[in-house]
């Protein structure tokens, strides 16, 4: 039986322009980066099922690949599930597993500054770039692996750690997309502390708040009227629910609001103090810092879906696209669930496949790329001249040049043609009179 040719499904192959494209964007995410001060740290693709299963990814939870236990761990794991009646079957797949390949940075980041806290400067900017992975149904620009690009400020309570995120994941993306001639980004900007006091305000149990939200964040995908009808449908008040969504209805219709305005038609009397001052702080402060062509908009519609979100929520969207290309937010309980002791933290995210994806459509082109060169070696007439070839090719490397030797085809042209479309553009046939010098 014949070897299976195609990737997993979810999973991808890169032929060598997408890997150009991939390291190019890369590459101006860690320049714009690295500007700012962030230094790139690594994590491993695997973490401990139980870090990942506690209740901070959302519903990305349900899309955990799952790895199982070995040798006699395995063995008594299975012997425990086959003698356990009430075990469910996720529970089950649980019990068998004792790791699981990550689905964000953000976990595997809390465990390593938990880890590392004190080999680490206070506030400690960082910047990871990896693979993660989830059980998601793969569709254009969504895949089981993919690229994440995330900054994340641990230990800056104040705004001054927003205002940083969102002006260099700003300036990064304006880099990215000026190449193709893409403006028009909007930044949204929330707070989890004002969709929690619009909740309270609706009548809401505070023990609710998380999975209400999980409800909400699912918006933009089946609207305010599935929103209410799921919520409904999950037992909550007809009253509450009603109460809730008419201030999104609200915002909707009047989109241009000012924060202090919604805030105190929607919850003044519930809000928490500092919300309407940092917010306040961060809209003035980011629009004097970014580009023209970037919107920069208060927005109490966002959600984002991690639950462990406490502050402070942010996406970037591109004109005439429908989805995100950016998100983030602050998470100022989680490290604590490591070491017991809280830090604030603030991260945001790049959609890099999206981003990929978009450039790819567009027909990106390398502009920046080093001159290629390519020496096609007659092996019948020239064969004794091999030597001086890579001796003139080692020196052209040295002065920064591409430069690649192979042996001229009976085909020719289609060999040069392959060659021009990947960048190469002097290709000289070497026989064996002709002049290299």
Known sequence: ?????????????????????????????????????????????????????????????????????????????????????????????????????????????????????????????????????????????????????????????????????????????????????????????????????????????????????????????IGLDGVTQELIHSGYSEESVEKYVGFFHEFRENPDQDPASFIRKACADCIEEDALKDLTMILSTVRAMISNDITLKFDPTLVRGMSYYTGTIFEISIDHYSFSIAGGGRYDRMVGKFCGQDAPACGFSIGFERIVTILRDLGWKDQGESLKKAYLVDQKSASGRIGEVFSLAAKERAQGICVVVQPLKKNAKFQVETLEKEGFTQIRKVFGDTPLA
Do not use: W
């Open 1 to 221: 039986m014949a070897l299976i040719q195609t990737p997993v499904k979810g999973m991808q192959d890169f032929l060598p322009a997408d890997m150009a494209l991939r390291q190019h964007v890369l590459g101006l995410i860690r320049d714009t980066y690295g500007r700012y001060g962030f230094s790139q740290i690594g994590t491993p693709y695997m973490e401990h099922i139980g870090n990942l299963t506690g209740k901070n990814g959302g519903e990305n939870e349900k899309l955990i690949f799952k790895v199982e236990k070995r040798g006699r761990e395995l063995e008594k794991s299975l012997q425990k599930v086959r003698q356990s009646e009430d075990l469910r079957a996720d529970e089950a797949g649980t019990e068998l597993a004792d790791s699981a390949l990550r689905y964000d940075l953000t976990v595997p980041l809390c465990r390593y500054y938990s880890n590392h806290k004190n080999e680490l400067p206070t506030p400690f900017k960082a910047l990871q770039i990896g693979d993660v992975f989830r059980a998601d149904r793969p569709q254009k620009g969504r895949f089981r692996q993919f690229t994440q690009c995330d900054i994340d400020i641990i230990g800056d309570a104040s705004v001054m750690a927003e205002i940083e995120l969102i002006a260099a994941t700003s300036e990064a993306l304006h880099r990215i997309f000026a190449e193709v001639g893409v403006s028009g980004f909007t930044v949204h900007v929330g707070d989890r502390r004002i969709l929690r006091a619009m909740a309270k305000s609706a009548g809401f149990e505070e023990d609710t708040f998380d999975e209400v939200f999980i409800i909400l964040d699912k918006m933009d995908k």
